[in-house]
């Protein structure tokens, strides 16, 4: 369902709960793949569609995330935001007992935090209740960026230069159980968990075994 359709109606719909997720023409390969997963073990849960070909036009690629998210929670009093490269396994309804005020709940992106020698949490999976300051804050850098460094730079990265400050970090972000947003290289670090919610298939590695899952 494309958010859209939902505000074009004319009215402000507000959901208790809603998950969010977004492609554009590069990505919507996995859209099927994802929902799918999705309904399968989640087929109550309200799910929207953002289509980035069409919306929040001023931000390029995967910068329109947090835009995407800001915009949900004047919709819902809780929202989670999730990557179409995530593979959901299981009912994930339960990630919003993690939710706080003025906080985003994540999980810290190990893999990178080892690579790069300093915390970094992964914004695949982002949930929240009401409307952080720390999301304004995030989409605000965003519209301001002059131009994108280089094509690895993303949001996550943007949200990581305003967090760098451990104090700052432990002041917005909650850490979510690492079963919601396992990393395929936490599977090369041998550091994924037991249990995995939501599988996160990152990277070129990643997305050619998401083709594998859609062609057997």
């Not at 309904?39 to 835009?67: G, M, Q, R, T």
């Not at 999730?82 to 005020?101: A, G, H, M």
Request: include cysteine; aromatic fraction near 10%.
């Amino acid at each position: 369902m494309i958010l859209n359709q939902v505000r074009d109606s004319g009215k402000s719909i507000m959901h208790k709960r809603v998950f969010i997720t977004g492609c554009d023409s590069n990505t919507r390969w996995m859209l099927p793949w994802f929902e799918h997963n999705f309904k399968k073990h989640n087929p109550n849960a309200i799910l929207h569609v953002y289509d980035f070909d069409k919306e929040f036009l001023s931000e390029s690629h995967w910068f329109k995330k947090p835009s995407a998210m800001l915009d949900a929670s004047r919709r819902s009093s809780r929202v989670c935001w999730l990557d179409t490269d995530c593979e959901v396994r299981e009912n994930i309804e339960s990630i919003f007992d993690y939710t706080v005020s003025n906080k985003l709940s994540m999980v810290e992106d190990s893999p990178w935090s080892l690579r790069r020698g300093e915390t970094w949490h992964n914004s695949g999976v982002v949930a929240f209740q009401g409307r952080p300051g720390i999301l304004r804050e995030w989409v605000m850098q965003i519209k301001n960026l002059k131009e994108v460094p280089n094509k690895m730079f993303g949001d996550q990265d943007v949200l990581h230069g305003i967090l760098r400050a451990e104090l700052q970090r432990m002041v917005y972000i909650r850490d979510l159980p690492k079963k919601f947003n396992t990393l395929r290289l936490d599977l090369t670090d041998n550091k994924a968990p037991k249990r995995i919610s939501i599988m996160h298939w990152t990277g070129a590695k990643g997305k050619e075994e998401i083709k594998r899952q859609m062609n057997d």
